[in-house]
């Protein structure tokens, strides 16, 4: 089945290879739909890259980019002189909860994330503010109140990472890092409302994350704050795309 390009950017006014990006992008999602879907189960042989050429229509580069995000994010793996294989399948619910037509946005985002989230943390720790501690120590409450409720949390959470952003000292992080706010909103509400799904215990470990963060940053130890942000966003990243993940 080919894949359906986008009616709103016209051949002529898109370059090469944002063209070949956004059908990797596309390709992605579709192999990922069909693992979550168990159409293709763990340890299967994906098709040659010149069969999935053929079967969704585009060009082997795209078939070769698309195959490369899914290795990167550990669901495929090679084997040297035999191919592709599913190396892991998302939560079920993954592709219903997470936002239709941006997955493979989201995840790289994650990689972003983590680079600009780990050193905003570093930075929190040595230059916040009593107030802008209080800010992000109140999002923790919050957080905290929205586990104990059985409420999602998403707002408070995107708060909890907003104040760090702010209270890193330095305008360009903050103003990067609200850049991706609709990225990162989405990814907040996909991984817990996955979580929700799973069990409380789950989501007091998030929450185990983000109090060290917090207590990092209070005892102003920029190290460990840049330490413990990297591990909740890699564990983020990790619990969203593997069903059976404990982190």
């Known amino acids: 089945m080919p894949i359906t390009r986008r009616s709103d950017a016209p051949v002529l006014e898109v370059s090469a ?8 992008d596309q390709l992605y999602e579709q192999i990922l739909e069909r693992i979550v879907s168990d159409q293709l ?30 290795r990167a994010d550990g669901l495929v793996i090679s084997r040297q002189g035999s191919g592709s294989y599913v190396s892991r399948r998302p939560p079920r619910d993954f592709m219903r909860l997470a936002p239709i037509g941006s997955v493979a946005d989201l995840l790289r985002c994650y990689e972003v994330r983590i ?8 930075l929190a720790a ?7 501690l209080e800010t992000v120590r109140q999002a923790l409450k919050d957080l905290e109140q929205a586990i104990d409720s059985g409420a999602v949390g ?30 990162i909103e989405n990814a907040i509400m996909l991984a817990r409302k996955l979580s929700l799904l799973k069990d409380s215990e789950r989501l007091a470990r998030v929450q185990r994350e983000h109090v060290a963060v917090f207590e990092a940053i209070e005892q102003g130890d920029a190290e460990a704050a840049r330490l413990a942000m990297r591990r909740h966003l890699d564990n983020s990243r990790t619990r969203i795309l593997n069903e059976q993940a404990e982190p």
């Open 41 to 70: 189960k763990e340890d299967d042989r994906l098709p040659s890259e010149a069969e999935l050429s053929r079967m969704f229509g585009v060009s082997r580069p795209v078939v070769r980019e698309a195959l490369s995000r899914l």
């Open 154 to 183: 998403m707002e408070a959470d995107v708060r909890f990472h907003a104040a760090i952003a702010e209270a890193c000292g330095n305008i360009w992080f903050e103003t990067l890092t609200h850049s991706f706010g609709r990225h």
């Open 126 to 132: 040595q230059r916040r503010t009593p107030k802008q």
């Open 115 to 122: 680079a600009l989230e780990s050193e905003c943390a570093g």
């Open 17 to 24: 290879p944002v063209r070949q990006s956004k059908l990797a």
